[in-house]
């Protein structure tokens, strides 16, 4: 019997192990076989969403009831209590711009962490691409973004704020956010099927990962010499690019928005590599 090296042992026995060329074809090979399930991942998005809203009395109205009351308490503080600067700004107007990304991103991650262990008959009694599950709730939740969007829209039109050229990019900042967003989702997904404190931290994660994103305050109060490593996380980049486009009507950082898209390439190859090495243990854990 050849004798295999303990680390190696160890490592093979782990979801984190990915042998470079083989990591590569199973990689494609579950991109195909998501393609080929596309009809599902249509099916149980729609589900997602007829589910949340069943039985309540305002439906599809708590996508914009929910982050436009935390606006409006969220204004009242940072106008007359908590001065932020926001170059003129009315601060509804800044902060919801920022909300809706946060919350299109927050509430995905959440509901895709929990989306596994949420639906155990699903894992071990049918088969489907796992990765239908995170990626559908994160789809559901990108349509409460959308609907959210419109109310951005009618304050727009009140405080007279104007867009100009660089709104042909917003949705390129969608499919940025969208894709690294889902990445989250999958990871913490997987992880919460093997270790189910995951539940547990996410919000505390999100909590604590918000103050890391300029939602409540401008990059401009940061300290000059820390923002070039700041804007390194893909969400603050995000987030500050949708204010410029926005509210500011200039264009994004070509920088920082590129730094954004080359981190949320490599984020997203590997977190899919990790998901569809962990799924082959789930029917077995969950």
Request: proline residues 7%; contains cysteine; aromatic residues 16%.
């Amino acid at each position: 019997m050849r004798n295999i090296p303990q680390t190696d042992f160890v490592a093979r026995r782990t979801p984190f192990y990915i042998p470079g060329w083989k990591a590569a074809t199973e990689l494609i090979e579950a991109l195909r076989e998501l393609h080929r399930y596309r009809h599902l991942l249509r099916a149980w998005t729609v589900r997602q969403i007829k589910v949340r809203y069943k039985q309540s009395l305002l439906g599809g109205l708590w996508a914009i009831v929910q982050p436009l009351s935390i606006t409006i308490v969220f204004s009242i503080i940072f106008s007359f209590f908590v001065k932020v600067p926001t170059g003129g700004v009315p601060y509804i107007i800044f902060y919801y711009s920022g909300l809706l990304p946060w919350t299109f991103f927050a509430t995905s991650v959440t509901m895709g962490a929990n989306s596994l262990v949420s639906n155990p008959n699903i894992i071990t009694k049918i088969y489907c691409p796992r990765e239908i599950l995170p990626l559908s709730a994160v789809f559901a939740t990108l349509l409460d973004f959308l609907v959210a969007s419109l109310v951005y829209v009618a304050l727009g039109f009140i405080y007279q704020i104007s867009v100009g050229p660089s709104l042909i990019l917003l949705p390129f900042l969608v499919i940025i956010q969208f894709f690294f967003t889902a990445s989250v989702a999958l990871v913490l997904a997987a992880l919460n099927v093997f270790y189910r404190d995951i539940r547990f931290v996410v919000p505390l994660a999100l909590q604590i990962y918000m103050y890391a994103t300029p939602l409540i305050y401008p990059v401009s109060t940061l300290p000059q010499s820390i923002r070039p490593f700041y804007m390194l996380n893909p969400m603050a980049s995000l987030l500050h690019s949708y204010r410029l486009i926005l509210v500011y009507n200039t264009w994004p950082d070509p920088v920082h928005l590129g730094s954004a898209l080359l981190i949320t390439i490599v984020v997203t190859l590997a977190s899919y590599a990790f998901f569809t090495k962990a799924a082959k243990k789930f029917a077995d854990l969950i």
